[in-house]
C-alpha cells in the first residue's frame, strides 16, 4: 500500500513570496490534515478536512495560509505571503474512518529567507 | 488547556542499557494516546495507539503503556537503529480528531 506523497520535499523562498506544497493521501482515506512543525517541536495541526470539506482550521494563519482538498483526495496548502516565521516543515497525514491513526508523509521542508 | 508533556528532552544510552521515556498529559476526555517515531528528515511512523488506563502494547523492543496521567515507552535492550525521536501524541476524539503532540524524545544509541 502507497503511503502518503507530499511534493516538493524541500522549497527555499524569500519573506513575501508565495508557495504551495502538494499532498496526495492513502488511498480510500477520507480525512486528511495539515500539520506545522517547526525545529525542535512537534506537530502543529493547521487544518483537517473531511472529504473535501473543513472540519477544524481554528489554528490556521488565514490571512496567509489558504488549503483546499477538492474532489475529496489531493491536496495543496498555500502561504502568501511568506514570513521568517514560517520556516518550518510541512507535514500531510491522512486516516481512514473511525480509527484515529493518522499516517504522515515525509514532509516539505521550508526555509524562508 | 490540552497539554502534553514528554521527559527527557534527550537520553543517551549505551547498546543493551533499557531504559523508559515518559509522556504525562492534560487532556479533557482522553479517547487515545499515540505514540510515534520520527526519523530525520522523515515523517513521524505510527507505532501505538493506547486507549484505556491498564493497557499496554509491544513491537519488538518497544513496550507502550497507559496510566490515568502519563504513558510510557520502554526500551529493552535498544540498538543503534532505535536512534530516533520519540513523539507522544493525545486526542480527545469528537469532530476533529486531531493530533495534540509533545515535544518529543531524543533518543541517541552509541554501540
Known amino acids: 500500500e502507497a503511503g502518503v506523497a507530499q511534493s516538493p520535499r524541500y522549497k527555499i523562498i524569500e519573506k513575501r513570496q508565495s508557495v504551495a506544497f502538494w499532498c496526495n493521501p492513502i488511498?480510500?482515506?477520507?480525512?486528511l490534515y495539515w500539520y506545522q512543525q517547526i525545529l525542535g517541536q512537534g506537530p502543529k495541526l493547521l487544518i483537517q478536512f473531511q472529504n473535501n470539506g473543513v472540519v477544524d482550521d481554528s489554528q490556521l494563519p488565514k490571512d496567509r495560509f489558504s488549503a483546499e482538498r477538492l474532489k475529496g483526495v489531493d491536496s495543496t496548502l498555500k502561504i502568501q505571503p511568506a514570513k521568517l516565521e514560517d520556516s518550518a516543515v510541512y507535514l500531510c497525514a491522512s486516516t481512514q474512518g473511525a480509527t484515529y491513526e493518522q499516517y504522515f508523509g515525509p514532509g516539505t521542508r521550508l526555509t524562508v529567507t | 488547556e490540552d497539554q502534553v508533556t514528554q521527559s527527557p528532552e534527550a537520553l543517551r544510552l549505551q547498546e543493551g542499557e533499557s531504559s523508559s521515556l515518559n509522556c504525562s498529559y492534560t487532556?479533557?476526555?482522553?479517547?487515545?494516546l499515540f505514540w510515534y517515531r520520527q526519523d530525520p528528515g522523515k515523517g513521524p511512523e505510527f507505532l501505538f495507539t493506547l486507549y484505556s488506563a491498564g493497557e499496554e502494547k509491544e513491537k519488538e523492543r518497544l513496550k507502550a503503556t497507559l496510566t490515568k496521567k502519563e504513558s510510557f515507552l520502554h526500551i529493552t535492550a535498544p540498538k543503534p537503529e532505535d536512534s530516533a525521536t520519540y513523539l507522544c501524541a493525545v486526542t480527545h476524539g469528537g469532530a476533529t480528531n486531531k493530533l495534540i503532540f509533545g515535544t518529543g524524545t531524543l533518543l541517541a544509541v552509541q554501540p
Open positions: 487532556v479533557s476526555g482522553l479517547r487515545g
Open positions: 488511498s480510500g482515506h477520507a480525512t
